[in-house]
């Protein structure tokens, strides 16, 4: 009796181990963005993040943030770089394939790539952040000149 109880807690054991490592190849192979933006928010805690988009393969993650720079998340592992880029300081092209860009960072060289997105949009907006001309429109925005003034108000 003694024997099979020992046998049981051998083979859960073994379950247990090879569950959780299939679990950290899982995590190192497809990285959180909700932990990624927990670090940046650690790396950059007066940043708010407006919008994100991941790279197809999730390894990188590229934010708008609410002052017109953007942010790039970087994923190595469980280890996440950080960077803020304020708008211009890239240079982006278009990847072959059209549902990328290709960006290089000449204050950090090293995080030049060639980034694939989702789909083609995905890599418009972004361009948009890094390049500084992304000017969203708000719907509960206002045409001044549909606003009557104060003094045509009274008339």
């Given amino acids: 009796m003694l024997w099979l ?25 497809d990285p959180d963005a909700g932990s990624a933006m927990v670090e940046f928010g650690r790396a950059f805690p007066d940043e708010a993040i407006r919008a994100l ?20 998340i970087q994923s190595h592992g469980t280890h996440y770089v950080c960077h803020v880029i304020q708008p211009g300081k890239v240079r982006v092209n278009s990847s072959e394939s059209g549902h990328g860009l290709i960006v290089h960072f000449p204050d950090f060289a090293y995080l030049d ?15 948009l952040w890094l390049l500084g001309s992304f000017s ?8 001044e000149a549909d606003v009557p003034s104060p003094a045509k108000a009274g008339e």
């Fill in 53 to 72: 988009h991941s790279t197809a393969d999730r390894k990188a993650i590229f934010l708008r943030l609410h002052d017109g720079k953007a942010g790039f």
């Fill in 136 to 143: 969203p429109k708000s719907e509960f925005a206002v045409d």
């Fill in 113 to 127: 790539n060639a980034f694939e997105f989702h789909n083609a949009g995905e890599a418009a907006e972004v361009s």
């Fill in 5 to 29: 109880l020992l046998i049981i807690v051998v083979i859960l054991a073994g379950s247990f181990y090879m569950w959780m490592n299939a679990r950290a190849e899982r995590d190192w192979n």
